[in-house]
């Protein structure tokens, strides 16, 4: 299916459709409905116009508004209803030529409504409920409702963050969302919370959570919040992401929804490959038969390196979500379930760098293969979670709240390796074929028992006792490498060819993050000077015990030249060293085995109080303790084999609100904040990767930063709102990978050799990062518009290399931070009407160049090109209830790229990809195509 035909199918009629709703027709009656307290819209009343026996109906929309067209001439009868305002006002319309306005402010029915209902007559999950609770936040936040996450292209939190204001995403090699930058600071400086609550990470390396395994459908809404208060932790310089799952509601509900589509990567020639996993032993040999035991080549498998190809694979979804209120309204239950089934991936084209650049002229970029790779990665991920509150009277309320998340990852990854050839002659020619499988399942569970207390009039006092898991697991990465001869003739073909099996690799590894912790907060009221204040103070203690377990097997072929046919059971296979792989019968000679224990204390004083009664002030400060101790099973007299870490970091802050109307806020903010390092950081770790190696570093410090943000809100009503704000940071020991000689590296890793480089996190001495952003929501009828910008520029100065000789000269170089793009926007084209029952959404993502990979080289870092991407969605009611949609992503076909700003005209020639920029060499592409689905949701 070519993108013209999608154009045709799907844009065509989007903006065929925006036409036909900006027609102007003669006899028109419309108008707003509105609150008359406040003057906001109330989307979703019904006004009908009544003639005779004719009675017709509109829907009032997002804005307000309503509209009657191609009308006949004459007079009728105007009534508005809505649930929980008086509807016995009826006026009397003259429908003539031209358009009659008539707008409608209406008057809630307090009286008919006992208090309960009064509350949960508000519907959270809207796109009005976001703008309000933005509106009178405490803190500066952007909030997505699940009104806006349902109509998305997407369908995991990950992917719906890179369309908020300031935020961007780091993708995996399927073009998946996995980890969010928010206003230029990478993924470290930034924490994920789930109704308010910490969560522990699965990642196998990192603190922060890796977002694609949320469906997004089991949330409420999604907060990122810029600004701290002294309630909250201290750990986030970028943001903190809250994402907030569904609560009960006021009576039944019962959602049900479900979709296929699939991937246009995988058609025609491209199959998508899968792997059998029966045979995958999930623990290592050391693991099943103890350290001391010498494994033998009859205890690796290689059934999973057989792939079998699909085409075309389906993609799925499941999703349910349950619940009310029993027992008079004291009990509230909801159970919400979500299944996803995915089959994605990229082909990929890679120029290798070498470990060193050349020498003259200095710095001039090496290549040295060219890898060209298909990941055919398929992702199953199940998330429930239930809620019970139960409320046993005015002053107390109890709520258990509990999550479960699992995502299994299945990933085969085939990659064509050969040397660089720059000449059409004929001529002989090696290359190598790899072929790696990789099983990763991660599951996150947390458990949280809350109460709510009102003790006295003016003293209140809640509390949460915590428990969450996270765990990760990778049995069995297997890689073999098969080397090919042969010759190759003037038109490039490859002819001749003699297959040899070289060798294979097996790895484990698996890690637990466990996190027990609680929570309290007293919150006092006193009136001081006739002016009502609250005080409140608490803290909290968080034991986590982080640990991981690491080995890899190296195998080669023994006899070596074996010719290989395609069975790999009868390649003869033997250690790389006598008897012994890495990590066979004897302790790990890295630190990657470790378990790490990290306990948090935290208090905090705030007070909120009011001037001049527009002016909301609310400031404190917070301490916050950290206790760190790792072990490693490294020998005794290793350095860096056990540590302990220790430091104590006072927070204050403070938030100014000034109300300039009853729509309108400025706001103006102040805060300190920090960031702990990574577990695999800290200790002695050396991690294997494709190109680098990455190790740690036992003396890397924790990063601290003063923040400033102001902000000017307009909220006019319904889901319209305008945002602009500029925020500064000052950064201190800020912590990046670096790639540094091994000669270099801490002294675990030294090895004499400056030839052989290591990704390793390291201090700078400190930052800068500033900017300003812009949000816009507006709705004219059934018409919308929703855009932002980000504008960031941040600037950290480091030493780097700028000469390879007997005296290594190095220069400090100014860049920017590693993920910072100076330019990200959002635009999304929107149409919402209910009195058709459809609505769609035409969404732009736009992520400027940023730095993927900082380089121990001066002018040699590896940048990310930018990134335009446009996705396509629709839902439209069928019938009552049910409804039909739709989500089409990368319409565009975008591209990953990364390339090094320098000449590719200069020393070594670049051959594929095709160099399109004398001025940069493109190193990297990933494709990764079209994708779409289309589904049913049912709502009672």
């Not at 009005?128 to 806006?148: P, W």
């Not at 792989?581 to 790490?596: E, P, Q, R, V």
Request: glycine share 6%; net charge positive.
């Amino acid at each position: 299916m070519s993108y013209h035909y999608l154009f045709k199918k799907i844009a065509l009629p989007f903006l065929f459709v925006l036409f036909l709703a900006t027609a102007v027709n003669a006899q028109i009656i419309k108008g707003k409905i509105t609150d008359r307290k406040n003057g906001e819209p109330l989307p979703g009343a019904t006004v009908e116009l009544k003639q005779g026996i004719r009675n017709l109906y509109a829907p009032v929309n997002l804005d307000g508004s309503y509209q009657f067209k191609n009308l006949r001439p004459g007079i009728y009868l105007l009534q508005v209803k809505f649930v929980g305002f008086k509807t016995s006002i009826t006026y009397t319309v003259e429908a003539k030529a031209g358009v009659t306005t008539v707008n409608v402010s209406l008057v809630d029915d307090l009286t008919s409504l006992t208090e309960i209902n009064v509350t949960e007559k508000i519907n959270k999950e809207s796109d009005g409920a976001a703008r309000s609770l933005e509106k009178s936040s405490n803190n500066i936040e952007n909030i997505l409702s699940s009104n806006t996450i349902q109509l998305l292209p997407d369908v995991t939190v990950g992917n719906a963050l890179q369309r908020m204001s300031g935020v961007t995403i780091q993708r995996s090699t399927s073009g998946e969302g996995r980890y969010a930058i928010i206003r230029g600071m990478d993924q470290r400086y930034n924490t994920v919370l789930v109704n308010g609550i910490k969560i522990p990470s699965p990642d196998d390396q990192y603190r922060f959570v890796p977002l694609d395994i949320f469906p997004s459908e089991i949330l409420e809404r999604l907060e990122v919040i810029k600004a701290l208060t002294p309630n909250m932790e201290g750990d986030a310089i970028g943001g903190v992401m809250n994402l907030v799952m569904k609560s009960a509601p006021d009576r039944l509900l019962l959602n049900v929804n479900a979709s296929a589509g699939y991937s246009f990567l995988f058609s025609g020639n491209r199959p998508f490959d899968s792997f059998n996993t029966s045979s995958i032993n999930k623990q290592s040999p050391a693991e099943i038969n103890g350290n001391s035991y010498i494994s033998t080549t009859k205890d690796y498998q290689v059934n999973s390196l057989y792939s079998t190809p699909k085409s075309n694979p389906v993609n799925s979804t499941l999703g349910i979500t349950i619940g009310d209120r029993f027992l008079n309204h004291k009990l509230g239950v909801v159970v919400s379930g979500s299944y996803q089934n995915f089959y994605r991936g990229s082909n990929s084209t890679y120029l290798v760098p070498n470990a060193e650049p050349g020498y003259s002229p200095a710095n001039t970029p090496s290549i040295s293969n060219i890898y060209n790779r298909k990941f055919s990665t398929q992702t199953e991920r199940v998330g429930l979670h239930n809620k019970i509150d139960y409320v046993f009277n005015s002053k107390n309320k109890i709520s258990l709240y509990n999550l479960y998340v699992k995502q299994n990852e299945y990933q085969d990854r085939f990659t064509a390796d050969s040397d660089l050839i720059t000449t059409t002659s004929k001529q002989g020619i090696t290359y190598r074929t790899l072929n790696r499988t990789t099983w990763t399942y991660q599951n996150l569970y947390n458990s949280t028992l809350q109460g709510e207390h009102q003790l006295t009039d003016k003293l209140k006092f809640n509390w949460n006792g915590v428990y969450s898991i996270a765990k990760r697991n990778m049995p069995d990465q297997v890689e073999y490498q098969i080397n090919h001869t042969g010759l190759r003739d003037t038109h490039g073909n490859i002819d001749s060819t003699t297959n040899v099996a070289a060798s294979i690799s097996h790895k484990w590894q698996h890690n637990t993050d466990q996190d027990v912790a609680g929570y309290y907060n007293f919150i006092y009221n006193p009136k001081i000077v006739d002016r009502d204040v609250e005080l409140s103070f608490g803290g909290l203690y968080r034991h986590k015990t982080r640990s991981n377990y690491y080995a890899s097997y190296s195998l080669t072929a023994n006899p070596p030249n074996q010719v290989y046919n395609g069975n790999l059971s009868a390649i003869q296979l033997a250690f790389n060293q006598a008897g012994q792989a890495t990590g066979d019968g004897a302790s790990s000679t890295d630190g990657n085995d470790y378990t790490f224990h990290e306990n948090v204390t935290g208090e905090y004083l705030q007070t909120k109080f009011m001037l001049l009664d527009k002016l909301q002030i609310i400031g404190g400060v917070r301490v916050e303790n950290t206790a760190q101790d790792y072990a490693t099973t490294q020998s005794v007299n290793t350095s860096a084999q056990n540590g302990r870490i220790n430091y104590t970091d006072v927070l204050p802050s403070a938030n100014l609100k000034y109300a300039l109307s009853d729509v309108q806020n400025l706001r103006l903010s102040y805060f300190k904040s920090i960031s702990r390092p990574s577990f695999s950081e800290l200790a002695p770790t050396k991690i294997a990767g494709d190109t680098y190696d990455q190790v740690g570093n036992p003396e890397l410090q924790h990063t601290r930063a003063e923040n400033y943000d102001f902000r000017y809100e307009l909220f006019p009503g319904g889901s319209n709102q305008l945002l602009l704000g500029a925020f500064y940071k000052d950064i201190q020991n800020p912590i990046e990978l670096i790639n540094v000689n091994g000669a270099s590296a801490q002294s675990v890793f030294k090895t004499g050799a400056p030839s052989l480089q290591y990704i390793q996190p390291q201090n700078t001495d400190k930052a800068t990062n500033y900017g300003f952003e812009g949000q816009l929501t507006k709705y004219f009828g059934v018409l919308g518009i929703s855009a932002n910008y980000t504008f960031t520029q941040s600037k950290v100065t480091t030493p780097k290399l700028s000469k390879v000789s007997a005296v290594p000269i190095y220069v400090n170089e100014t860049r920017p931070l590693q993920g910072q793009a100076k330019n990200i926007a959002n635009l999304s084209l929107l149409f919402k009407s209910s009195k058709i029952g459809l609505d769609m959404q035409l969404a732009y993502v736009f992520t400027g160049e940023r730095i993927a990979q900082v380089s121990n080289y001066a002018d040699l870092d590896v940048w990310q090109k930018q990134y335009n991407q446009v996705d396509f969605s629709f839902e439209k009611v069928l019938i009552k209830k049910l409804s039909f949609y739709g989500k089409v992503n990368n319409l565009t076909n975008a591209s990953n790229r990364l390339f090094l700003k320098h000449s590719s005209t200069v020393g070594q020639v670049i051959p594929i990809p095709a160099q399109d920029n004398a001025e940069e060499i493109l190193i990297q592409k990933d494709i990764y195509k079209v994708s779409f689905l289309t589904g049913l949701r049912y709502k009672f």
